[in-house]
């Protein structure tokens, strides 16, 4: 490789652990606040059922589960794509382009779908929380 290349290389996986460092910290986040609001929903369940009733309350769970199913899924994808990238550039060191393409395409695809999971779980949170506002309001 030249030293071109290496810089490249050098300046991508930079950019990656500053991403990675930050995208821990959100699924951290995220994963507090939908558990948290899990508890503290059923921790107050009769309160908040009768202020809001049935669907609202049960929607509110239901939105917060899958927004701390989606925060421990973009975890877990956060693992795997550090561990691809790490051997990715094992491979590229190593000077066997088959295999660090192939390990590329799963380092790409796990960040992609921690991404997603991440998008999901904010979405989530902001759709509960919200929808429960309005149910206190309209009820």
């Known amino acids: 490789m030249s030293s071109e290349q290496d810089r490249i290389i050098a300046a991508r996986q930079k950019e990656r652990d500053t991403l990675i460092a930050n995208e821990i910290f959100v699924i951290g986040v995220l994963q507090a606040v ?8 059923l921790a107050q369940y009769q309160p908040i059922y009768s202020l809001v009733g049935k ?3 049960l929607a509110f769970l239901t939105l917060m589960t899958l927004a701390l199913a989606c925060a421990v899924l973009a975890a877990y994808w956060k693992h795997q794509y550090k561990l691809f990238d790490i051997k990715w ?7 066997l382009p088959e295999e660090a393409l192939r390990l590329r395409v799963l380092t ?5 779908l921690m991404r997603w999971a991440m998008l999901i ?19």
Do not use: Q
Not at 34 to 41: E, L
Not at 108 to 112: S, T, V
């Open 34 to 41: 939908s558990g948290g609001s899990i508890v503290a929903g």
């Open 108 to 112: 790409d695809l796990y960040l992609n």
């Open 121 to 139: 779980s904010v979405s989530s949170i902001a759709i509960s929380l919200f929808g429960l506002i309005i149910a206190f309001w309209s009820h």
């Open 55 to 57: 669907f609202p309350f």
């Open 89 to 95: 550039l094992i491979r590229m060191e190593s000077n």
